[in-house]
Every structure is written in structure tokens, then in C-alpha cells.
């Protein structure tokens, strides 16, 4: 069972921010819109969960295959952080987000998308890929997938 509402999905990078959204029911997760890095970033995905009436903001963890975390897990849960303080009360969770945008990318290859075309639309790909794995995990499971993250104070 998946509660109800719509949700956004962020991949952060260090350039640019992915976002996707998915319908009040949870069902499928579908491209928003790419968010420049840096200033009205935070802002401006808040902005976009007030939009769609989300009832959370799922943002992908980056992992190795073997589930460490690097340097760019910490950039990641910083980020976090601080969406969570901008977003609140709407909630902010990390989930793993290993292979994303491997996944990604292979989705957008296989449907013809490449060159200069591709690497603009990879990160809402992304973000696609980490709202449908969050909302086929708590289908699976019941439970809201990830952790809810803590603003920071």
C-alpha cells in the first residue's frame, strides 16, 4: 500500500539538480525540470513540491555499489539539510540512489535521446528513476522508503 499524494524526486549534482514529480497516486514518477546549482536553488524545488502539493521530497543518496558513501554523499546530505529546513513542514527523505543515473542513461539511449540533447535532460532522468525506485519500494514494502532527514539547525 502507498499513501496517497504527489512527491518530488531530486538528483543532486554538483552542477545542476534534476527534478521530477510523480500523480496524487503515487503511480508514476515523470520529468519536471532541470535547476541550475547555486543560488534559488533550495527555493526553487520548494517551489515546485508547494506546486505539485507534495506531501514529500525524495532526494537521491549517492552510494558505491558497495554502500559506502563518498565525498559526494556528504555534499548531498548537507543539501538536504538545508532543503529540509526551506521545505519545511513538507517532509525530506535520502534514498539510495545507486545506479541512477547509469539507469538513466540507458533509458535515454535506448530511445534515441544522445549528444548535447542527452546530458540536459540526464538529470531529470535521474530524478525520474529515483521517485519511481522510492515509490515502487514503499508499494513493495508499506513503509516510506529512505530516512526522513533532519533539518539543519
Given at each position: 500500500?502507498?499513501?496517497?499524494?504527489?512527491?518530488?524526486?531530486?538528483?543532486?549534482?554538483?552542477?545542476?539538480?534534476?527534478?521530477?514529480?510523480?500523480?496524487?497516486?503515487?503511480?508514476?514518477?515523470?520529468?519536471?525540470?532541470?535547476?541550475?546549482?547555486?543560488?534559488g536553488?533550495?527555493?526553487?524545488?520548494?517551489?515546485l513540491?508547494?506546486?505539485?502539493s507534495?506531501?514529500?521530497?525524495?532526494?537521491?543518496?549517492?552510494?558505491?555499489?558497495?554502500?559506502?558513501?563518498?565525498?559526494a554523499?556528504?555534499?548531498?546530505?548537507d543539501?538536504?539539510?538545508?532543503?529540509?529546513?526551506?521545505?519545511?513542514p513538507?517532509?525530506?527523505?535520502?534514498?539510495?540512489?545507486?545506479?541512477?543515473?547509469v539507469?538513466?542513461?540507458?533509458g535515454?539511449?535506448?530511445?534515441?535521446?544522445?549528444?548535447?540533447?542527452?546530458?540536459?535532460?540526464?538529470?531529470?532522468?535521474?530524478?525520474?528513476?529515483?521517485?519511481?525506485?522510492?515509490?515502487?519500494?514503499?508499494?513493495?514494502?508499506?513503509?516510506?522508503?529512505?530516512?526522513?532527514?533532519?533539518?539543519?539547525?
Amino acid at each position: 500500500m502507498i499513501r496517497p499524494g504527489a512527491r518530488i524526486g531530486v538528483d543532486v549534482g554538483s552542477v545542476r539538480i534534476g527534478v521530477a514529480a510523480c500523480d496524487p497516486d503515487g503511480l508514476l514518477a515523470t520529468p519536471v525540470e532541470t535547476v541550475p546549482r547555486g543560488r534559488g536553488d533550495v527555493e526553487r524545488i520548494v517551489a515546485l513540491a508547494e506546486a505539485h502539493s507534495a506531501i514529500e521530497i525524495v532526494v537521491g543518496l549517492p552510494r558505491s555499489l558497495s554502500g559506502a558513501e563518498g565525498p559526494a554523499a556528504d555534499g548531498v546530505r548537507d543539501f538536504a539539510r538545508i532543503l529540509a529546513g526551506v521545505a519545511a513542514p513538507i517532509p525530506v527523505r535520502l534514498c539510495d540512489e545507486r545506479l541512477s543515473t547509469v539507469s538513466a542513461q540507458r533509458g535515454m539511449r535506448s530511445s534515441g535521446v544522445r549528444g548535447r540533447e542527452a546530458r540536459q535532460r540526464l538529470d531529470q532522468a535521474a530524478a525520474v528513476v529515483i521517485l519511481q525506485s522510492a515509490l515502487d519500494t514503499e508499494r513493495a514494502t508499506g513503509r516510506p522508503p529512505g530516512r526522513t532527514v533532519q533539518a539543519e539547525t
